[in-house]
Each structure stands twice: as C-alpha cells, then as structure tokens.
C-alpha cells in the first residue's frame, strides 16, 4: 500500500508541477480517488504538502548530485527524487534503503531501466555523502530563502518592509503547521457549549487566543463533527475572525460584502447581525457564489442575498449610498497563508503584486460611493506585503477626502491585540509569528457626513 501512496503522490506532484494547480485541490481529489487508510492519508499528505513546501531547497540540494543539471530531467523524474530526497533529509521514521528502493520501483514503471539506475545512483550518492549544509551560506537573503524554503526575491521584500529578524520569523513561521480553529456560531451557541458537544464525540479543543468567537482544535477533525454538520461552528482562521467584529455590524443594516466567497466573513456578519438586516454577497465566479449559499444554508442563515458579480461593477447594480457598511476583503497575493498554501509562494510573482493591487484600489474605488455617510469600509486582505496594505490605505485616503481613519476601530479588537495597533489610526498588521494565526491586515475607515463632493457612481 506504501507504494501505492508514493505513486499518488508523485502523480499528484506532477500535475502541481504541470498545471500550477493547488496542492490541497489536488490532494484532496486524489484522497477520495484512492481510498487510503487514515494513515496512509497521513503519509501522502505530508508528502505531496512537504515536497511543495521545501521545493527550492531540494533542489539546491539536488543539483550537485545530478550530471546533466535538474533542468534536463523529466518532470515526473524531478518530483521523484524531490519526494524521495525530503523523505530523506526531512522525516525521521523512514529508513533510506526504503525510500531509495520504493523510488526506483516508481522510476522503473514510469520510465526504463537507464532512468531508474539514475534514480538509484543519484540516491545512494547522496545517502553516502550527504548534503550541503544550509547554515553555511553567509547571504541573508539567500540563506533564509534556502534554510525556509522562500522564494529569494520575496525573502527581499520582507527584509526590506519589516526588517531580517521579523522577515525570518515570518518565514519560520510558514515552515509550521497551522492550528485548526472554529469559529462558534454565536447567535445559536457559546464557545463552552460547543467544545463541551465536540469532546462528547471525543474531539478535544479550548478557547482560541485570539477572536473571542474562536475554538482551536487539539484532537479529532472538526468537519466530520456534529457541531459542524448541524451549524454551530465554521472552520475559519483566527485573524479572519477578527474582521466581523472589526465591522461592528448593527441589526436591521444593509452591509456589503464585496468580495465575499467562500463566505466565512459574510457568514460571520449575518450571524452577528442575529439574521435580521442583509448582508449582499457578492463574487465574480458563480460557482464560488454556491460556496456562500451553501454556509449560509448550514449555519442556517436567511439574511444573506448572494449574486455573481465583479465588484468592480458594484456602481452599475447598486444606488449611491444604498449601504450601512461595506467589506472589501480584496483578492490579494496570500502571502499570508503560506502555510496552508504552500503552492502560492512558488506560483507568485513580485509583478504579480504591483497588478494586484491596481485591482484593490480599482474596487475600493468603486464601492466607496455604494456608502451611506457615516458609514463604516472595512479593508482586509491576507496578505503581509506593504504594496498591498498600509500603502493601499494610505492611497484611498489620499484620493478619497471623503473618507477619514474610524477612530473607534481600536476600540473592537482583542486586548491582545492593542500592541500591535497605533492610536493615531485604524489600521493593522497581523504577522504570522505574533499569534500562530495567518498574516493579516485590517484599515478601517469612516465616510464622513457631510463630504461637499459630488459622487461617481
């Protein structure tokens, strides 16, 4: 059965390799194909996931040992002996002699005779001489980008932003395992009644750190849970909690979700809102827009009107000033998730970011108008990079006097988070490393009652 894993998991790396798409789509596919054990679930989890995460630094370790150079291998060769090489440097508990003799099987099947004597070869060369030593390289940036496993280039940016020692506790962080957290359902339970109803089911968890609607898991799988199935509880991360209560929704309101799929925080603001008001959801793809429906059917919410629709567009469907709140929680690089998207820091690009955030002020831009005066804007991404960020922010204030910081924002976020903040203004950026949580970042802003400017919708 072991073999039988490596070879999904290659095939699975293969096609991450081939069509960048996401490892845990993939992975998720190819477990429901396969019929594995729970265990062996385990094993390729933790191969195709930590194949992906370490790619740059396998292949560095790879090079030397390769004559031709890994550029003028076949792909499924290359993924094989990334897979074989992590089991290698990176797990414990698997023997060498098994995972070079399970490599070579795999090479043998998929390829020649002469394909799996290289395999071989490359193998036990390195089981006898070893690999580089990453804590030789004296280059801080390409010493983090190798012993983390980042990209060089992104390594830079976080250099430059936030300084080496918090570049290098954001990328040690992304090398962790992230928690799984729960968000309760607070207008049908309380977090004591809900981890009281999962330890019945022997699934064990406490209060999370963070958001006060928070249950972090310490055992057991909170979607096969009853409190899951039947509404009571939503998988979310803890900093993505924090942006419902940040937009300090009010019964009977009209908010504006502007780019809303899966629905975690549209979900949150109709609970909040005890399903009274309307919470209009909006995403470009229709399929993503069944995601929200779905939620809100399971957590039984009837306050939430979804359509497939390009924010950017909002203007063309909405009146001016038709809303009492509105969240953008704007596509962005993800950067903040790299720990559970391993794939993202492989597949982005820095000019990507320049081209995403066109995209976030194009939209906040549009919706801006869609605001009642006095009403709240709430910005949000999950992604650390300035350019996308604090600089966004700065920008829509610039280009909007309409708009100012809501001096009340500070005061809607945790204790625990009252560090982080500055008084002066409405905004924040959660790292990875200050809470065990994603990279996050919220600016809140206020449109101002009376504005003496003409609207543009």
């Known amino acids: 059965m072991k073999q039988n894993v490596r070879n999904t998991a290659v095939e699975v790396l293969l096609k991450i390799e081939q069509n960048q798409a996401y490892s845990n789509l993939l992975l998720n596919q190819s477990i429901q194909k396969a019929n594995l054990s729970q265990k062996d679930v385990g094993l390729l989890t933790e191969l195709v996931y930590g194949t992906v995460q370490r790619k740059n630094t396998l292949d560095y370790l790879l090079e030397p040992f390769v004559a031709k150079g890994l550029k003028k291998l076949e792909k499924w060769v290359l993924v094989l002996l990334r897979m074989s090489l992590y089991q290698m440097v990176y797990l414990d508990k698997i023997p060498d002699h098994a995972i070079i003799n399970e490599a070579v099987e795999i090479a043998k099947k998929r390829g020649h005779k002469g394909i799996s004597g290289m395999v071989n070869g490359v193998l036990r060369r390195i089981q006898r001489e070893g690999t580089a030593d990453l804590s030789e390289l004296t280059h801080d940036e390409e010493r983090l980008a190798l012993q983390y496993s980042m990209p060089e280039w992104l390594v830079q940016r976080w250099i430059t932003q936030y300084g080496l020692d918090n570049a290098e506790k954001m990328c040690a962080a992304n090398m962790e395992p992230a928690p799984v957290t729960g968000r309760v359902n607070s207008m049908r339970s309380s977090r004591e009644k809900v981890l009281q109803s999962l330890h019945d089911e022997g699934i064990e968890g406490s209060n999370g750190g963070l958001s006060p609607d928070a249950i972090k898991l310490k055992k057991g799988t909170l979607s096969h849970s009853s409190a ?14 924090l942006v419902a209560r940040a937009l300090n929704p009010s019964s009977n309101e009209k908010i504006l979700d502007a780019c809303a799929a899966p629905g975690g925080k549209t979900t949150h603001i109709a609970e909040l809102l005890n399903n009274t008001g309307e919470v209009t959801a909006l995403d470009l793809h229709p399929h993503k827009v069944k995601l929200i429906q779905e939620q809100a059917e399971r957590l039984g919410l009837t306050n939430i009107k979804t359509e497939a ?28 998730v790299i720990r559970k998207k391993p794939d993202i820091k492989w597949s982005k690009k820095e000019e990507d970011i320049h081209r995403i955030a066109e995209i976030q002020m194009q939209i906040l831009d549009k919706v801006a108008e869609l605001l009642k005066p006095g009403g709240t804007l709430l910005y949000s991404t999950c992604t650390v990079d300035k350019e996308e960020n604090d600089e966004i922010a ?52 206020k449109k101002k009652t009376t504005t003496g400017g003409e609207t543009r919708c």
């Open 228 to 241: 899951f199935k039947e509404g009571y509880v939503t998988i979310q991360d803890e900093s993505s909690m």
């Open 309 to 336: 629709l390009d924010s950017r567009k909002a203007c063309e469907k909405f009146s001016v000033s038709s809303f009492d709140r509105i969240l953008v929680d704007a596509p962005c690089s993800g950067f903040g």
């Open 394 to 445: 700065d920008a829509f204030l610039k280009h909007h006097p309409d708009f100012e910081w809501d001096k009340s924002f500070n005061e809607r976020l945790p204790e625990t988070l009252q560090p982080y903040l500055k008084p002066a203004e409405a905004q924040v950026q959660i790292l990875p490393h200050y809470f065990n949580s994603d990279g996050f970042y919220l600016a809140c802003f």
